[in-house]
Nanobody, 115 residues
Framework: QVQLVESGGGLVQAGGSLRLSCAASGNRFRINVMGWYRQAPGKQRELVAV???????NYADSVKGRFTISRDNAKNTVYLQMNSLKPEDTAVYYCNVATAFAAYWGQGTQVTVSS
């Protein structure tokens, strides 16, 4: 069973920055895909950014140019650097990792951006 530990959420003013981290442990198989999703109150969970083992990335249009996803394969850790934050970025952010056989979710970390 894969365990995911997220950190880095918090309260920040609009225009500020936060960096989220998610460390995975307990995986028997290689983690191919690592990503971040978010869910705002009353809305569906949506993809924010994803990175595959080779380093290719994909971003939601709403965060392109402001957020950067990266990973450290040796540490099984994925990061999300969030710059120029906006109030509409307020949400619970969830880490997601996938092997060839299963996908796993973190517990979520709250990001609140005040105007």
């Amino acid at each position: 069973q894969v365990q995911l530990v997220e950190s880095g959420g918090g309260l920040v003013q609009a225009g500020g920055s936060l960096r989220l981290s998610c460390a995975a442990s307990g995986n028997r198989f290689r983690i191919n895909v690592m990503g971040w999703y978010r869910q705002a109150p009353g809305k569906q969970r949506e993809l924010v950014a994803v990175i595959v083992s080779g380093g290719s990335t994909n971003y939601a249009d709403s965060v392109k140019g402001r957020f950067t996803i990266s990973r450290d394969n040796a540490k099984n850790t994925v990061y999300l650097q969030m710059n120029s934050l906006k109030p509409e970025d307020t949400a619970v952010y969830y880490c997601n990792v996938a092997t060839a056989f299963a996908a796993y979710w973190g517990q979520g970390t709250q990001v609140t951006v005040s105007s």
